[in-house]
């Protein structure tokens, strides 16, 4: 009986892990809406604040490995590090803006079950397509310019963002466990032949879950009502 109530409890928590999940499934957009929003907003900036804020960073790479290497450079030597590397750091700032955007896109849309050559080509359409408005909108922004090169950039980052995403999520749903799982839950105790249940509605995998427990629980139970399904 413990027993037969402890897997009723675990079930149920992978349901209400699982409602909490699809609820959150409604703003799983957010993220990528943030990131178009925040990518937006560096193209928005003049060639000038944008060029200082890479130097910047670019700077600060060499003095970090100036201290961790303990090459005892002089600033001008940094300055001439950081302007060698300053054309790499920018361009890897688009690949990673991009990266991020495929990843807050490729999600939400692989929880509606967009898979496959399906999520590359819509999730991989839509940062592309983000790209070239992107790059057409620095067009009106002083000391910058639209560049095919930059689309080209942001597509590369944008495909690993997908990539990524797209082997995880599988990697995650086809673990040895999570095929035991769902073996287990294939055909309730009450299925007929067909592998129905004898419910007016058709059951998800959550409702078989829970109709197998409540089913065992009245079988070694009958005395026990409150188990009985409403």
């Known amino acids: 009986y413990n027993l037969s109530i402890s897997n009723v409890h675990s079930n149920m928590s992978i349901i209400t892990d699982d409602i909490s999940w699809l609820f959150l499934a409604e703003d799983t957009f957010l993220p990528a809406l943030l990131m178009m929003y925040l990518i937006f907003s560096f193209s928005a900036q003049t060639g000038e604040v944008s060029g200082e804020l890479s130097y910047k960073i670019s700077y600060k790479i060499a003095e970090t490995k100036n201290e961790v290497l303990h090459e005892n450079k002089d600033s001008y030597e940094l300055s001439y590090e950081a302007d060698n590397i300053h054309f790499y750091v920018r361009k890897a700032a688009h690949m990673t803006e991009y990266f991020l955007l495929a ?57 690993i963002g997908i990539l990524l995403v797209q082997a995880f999520c599988w990697s995650t749903l086809h673990t040895p466990g999570n095929k035991k799982y769902e073996k287990n839950v294939e055909k309730p105790q009450n299925a007929d032949k067909s592998g129905e249940t004898n419910h007016p509605f058709p059951l998800t995998t959550l409702h078989r879950i829970y109709d197998t427990q409540l089913t065992q629980l009245k079988t070694e139970h009958p005395w026990k009502k409150s188990f009985s399904p409403s």
Request: glycine share 12%; proline share 4%.
């Open 103 to 159: 990843v807050a896109v490729s999600f939400p849309l692989y929880v509606y079950r967009i898979r496959g050559i399906w999520l590359f080509f819509l999730a991989g359409i839509f940062c592309v397509g983000f790209a070239g408005l992107d790059e057409y909108h620095q067009s009106f922004v002083n000391a910058r310019g639209p560049s095919v090169r930059d689309v080209g950039i942001d597509s590369c980052g944008a495909l």
